[in-house]
């Protein structure tokens, strides 16, 4: 407002001297709230949450749904507001992207207030969780694992105090029954009957909370081969969407496809459950598999007159309404939820019929492309908890989208990163959070300290390494001497010293230290500007801002990266699961 007031007066033909005084008014005003550098801060804000600059001045009509809700965050973010509100922020981010929002919001300075299903998120950027149940707020200090344990933790003690409150009041009785018409016994008596009163059990309410119960129960049990592709490429609108995928899957695998662009990893599992057809390659389902799908965009699925009962029966083999409706009790539709249109649904209501669909389908192998988004922690972690338990002991098979980190760790046995169409790792969740084999791996799986070199020396495993401010040390095979390396060492495995480290003479400033739980946590500032973050355990040495320090770490915990793409891509070797 003050900006186009401005405007307007400095484009009046007839600028009066009292025009001059109000614009001198607004100028003052515009640069108090710092109105020249707010092009530039929205620009910046535009650009972490990925949206491409030839947009920034695109009308909003003009963007996807996902576009749309990344633009509305920035608009939340921009201007350092005093209180930010924050509804359901991860979603339709991409893991990086979070990353940096959790980073963004742990630097903000005001009030934040956030709903979000995401755990790891909530442990990251809350210091304090609200449990709202039985229609109150109650506020716990800490984050949600911190809440979650000392809410149990309460719930387990004022069982035992009930425990030994109900022993003691047996024994009242006890002694009040048997001595209450003795004489010489009666003062005892009446005493105790006192005593008895004034006993009060701890109220234990169970949670207002109801949460469906999921059951997947596969028709036939799973043969040994389940998929295999190859060479499977898709282009769309000139863009190499797919580029030469290979891979197998067999039974009881895990396997979690994460990465930056979360279309290509949708487009994969249409192509994959046959409604769209690859450019190139070739895929081949196992004789014993039948496939269920939960979609990422799942708007078209409701898009009918059916109501919730008339819209699962199409998808069962068996037409029995109380047959169907046992599904859709499972998932807490109930009575006349049944007769509920499903146009008109919630987007946690559509999730829920959707499982019901995989549920009553019988299948074998289950395709999740962001199936949780919409399901609070609680059913969240009990969809978990039942795909362990169906893949242990039926050796079903399920492939996962995610854009939670946490959900990728505990789901898969193996993590697969896609960039730019193609795998860029695959392996272990141990494997690449502890040995990244690219760039992309090492700053997507978040905080890794990322350091550009150049290999000197070299004596069998040994590198020694020159970097733009100092000498470091690490071990790597396959490298040349002049080989320009990416070098990436987790904050847990980098060290501060006061004092010289033989190999090292990589220097910077303590910029800041502070404990989070049990962690001290430090950000070192080096020369060029560049950040440097350190995690170390309770008892290391608290340097006071501006120190001096030595940056060191183990040489097998560094990990070597090659940068030339065709190195890059020989030391992966073939991006194959199996």
Same mark, same amino acid.
């Given at each position: 407002?003050v900006?186009d007031?401005?405007?307007a ?11 001059g005084i109000?614009a ?6 515009f640069?108090?709230?710092n109105?020249?550098d707010?092009e ?16 920034h001045y ?6 996807d ?7 509305l965050?920035?608009q ?14 991860t ?11 959790e980073?963004y919001l ?8 956030i709903v979000s299903?995401n755990?790891?998120?909530l442990?990251?950027?809350c ?17 949600y ?8 933790l ?14 003691k009041?047996?024994e009242l009785?006890?002694?009040?029954s048997?001595?209450?018409?003795n004489?010489s ?9 006192r005593?008895?009163e004034?006993?009060?059990?701890d109220?234990?309410k169970p949670s ?6 999921i059951d997947f ?17 898709k ?11 290979t ?10 496809f994460?990465?930056?662009?979360e ?11 046959g409604e ?8 081949k389902w196992?004789v014993?598999t039948?496939?269920a ?12 007159d059916?109501?919730?009962?008339e ?14 409706r046992?599904?859709l ?7 006349e939820?049944?007769v ?5 649904l919630?987007g ?8 019901s ?5 019988g299948a /074998?192998?289950? &395709?999740? =492309?962001e !199936?949780l988004?919409?399901?609070? @922690?609680k059913?969240r972690?009990?969809? *978990?908890?039942e ?5 242990k002991k039926?050796?079903?098979t399920?492939v996962y989208?995610?854009h939670?980190?946490?959900?990728a ?11 730019q169409?193609?795998?860029e790792?695959?392996g ?8 990244p084999?690219t ?6 799986i ?6 550009e ?9 040994d590198?020694g390494?020159?970097m733009e401010?100092?000498?470091v ?11 320009i ?6 904050p847990? /495995?980098t060290? &501060?010293? =006061?004092? !010289?480290?033989?190999?090292f003479t @990589?220097?910077?400033?303590?910029k800041? *230290?502070i404990?989070?739980?049990?962690v001290?946590?430090t950000i070192v500032?080096?020369?060029n500007?560049?950040e ?5 355990h ?11 320090v030595?940056v060191?770490?183990?040489p097998d915990?560094a990990?070597v ?7 890059m891509?020989?030391a992966i070797?073939?991006?194959v699961l199996?």
């Amino acid at each position: 407002e003050v900006m186009d007031e401005k405007d307007a007066l400095y484009a009046n033909p007839d600028f009066s001297e009292e025009d001059g005084i109000r614009a001198a008014e607004l100028e003052s005003e515009f640069a108090e709230m710092n109105g020249y550098d707010a092009e530039f801060q929205a620009q910046q804000l535009l650009n972490a949450l990925e949206i491409p600059e030839e947009l920034h001045y695109a009308p909003m009509s003009g963007l996807d749904a996902k576009q749309k809700v990344r633009v509305l965050l920035a608009q939340a973010l921009f201007g350092n507001p005093d209180v930010l509100l924050l509804d359901e922020p991860t979603n339709n981010l991409d893991i990086r992207t979070v990353r940096w929002l959790e980073n963004y919001l742990m630097d903000f300075e005001n009030t934040i207030i956030i709903v979000s299903h995401n755990r790891h998120f909530l442990n990251k950027v809350c210091t304090n969780i609200c449990d709202v149940d039985f229609g109150k707020i109650n506020m716990y200090v800490g984050n949600y694992d911190f809440w979650y344990e000392s809410s149990q933790l309460l719930v387990k003690q004022m069982k035992e105090a009930n425990k030994k409150k109900e022993e003691k009041i047996k024994e009242l009785q006890e002694f009040i029954s048997r001595f209450s018409a003795n004489a010489s016994k009666s003062k005892q008596a009446t005493s105790r009957k006192r005593a008895l009163e004034k006993i009060q059990l701890d109220e234990i309410k169970p949670s207002s909370r109801k949460y469906p119960y999921i059951d997947f129960r596969p028709n036939r049990e799973i043969g040994n081969e389940v998929l295999t592709v190859e060479g499977l490429s898709k282009t769309i609108d000139g863009e190499k969407i797919l580029d030469n995928l290979t891979f197998t899957l067999g039974r009881e695998d895990k396997v979690a496809f994460v990465g930056g662009n979360e279309f290509a990893k949708t487009i994969l599992f249409k192509i994959l459950i046959g409604e769209m057809e690859p450019d190139e390659g070739t895929y081949k389902w196992g004789v014993t598999t039948s496939q269920a799908y939960f979609p990422k965009d799942f708007g078209g699925e409701f898009d009918n007159d059916y109501n919730i009962t008339e819209w699962l029966t199409q998808y069962s083999e068996e037409k029995d309404v109380t047959y169907v409706r046992g599904f859709l009790g499972r998932m807490l539709f109930s009575g006349e939820d049944g007769v509920k249109k499903v146009a008109v649904l919630s987007g946690g209501e559509k999730v829920r019929c959707l499982l019901s669909k995989m549920m009553i389908s019988g299948a /074998n192998v289950l &395709l999740l =492309d962001e !199936p949780l988004g919409a399901l609070d @922690l609680k059913l969240r972690k009990q969809m *978990q908890v039942e795909l362990k338990r169906l893949q242990k002991k039926l050796g079903i098979t399920f492939v996962y989208v995610t854009h939670d980190q946490e959900e990728a760790l505990t789901m898969s046995d193996r993590i697969a990163v896609m960039h730019q169409g193609h795998f860029e790792q695959i392996g272990t969740a141990k494997e690449i959070y502890e040995n990244p084999q690219t760039k992309f791996v090492a700053s997507f799986i978040g905080e890794s300290n990322i350091f550009e070199a150049n290999v000197d020396t070299i004596e069998g495993t040994d590198l020694g390494l020159t970097m733009e401010n100092g000498k470091v040390r690490a071990k790597g095979e396959g490298f040349v001497k002049e080989e320009i390396v990416y070098i990436s060492v987790r904050p847990e /495995n980098t060290h &501060l010293s =006061d004092k !010289p480290v033989d190999g090292f003479t @990589l220097k910077g400033i303590v910029k800041d *230290q502070i404990y989070v739980g049990s962690v001290l946590k430090t950000i070192v500032e080096l020369p060029n500007g560049k950040e440097v973050k350190v995690n170390n355990h309770p008892d290391a040495t608290v340097y006071p801002d501006g120190t001096a320090v030595s940056v060191y770490w183990e040489p097998d915990k560094a990990v070597v990266i090659h940068t030339k793409e065709d190195k890059m891509y020989d030391a992966i070797e073939d991006a194959v699961l199996k």
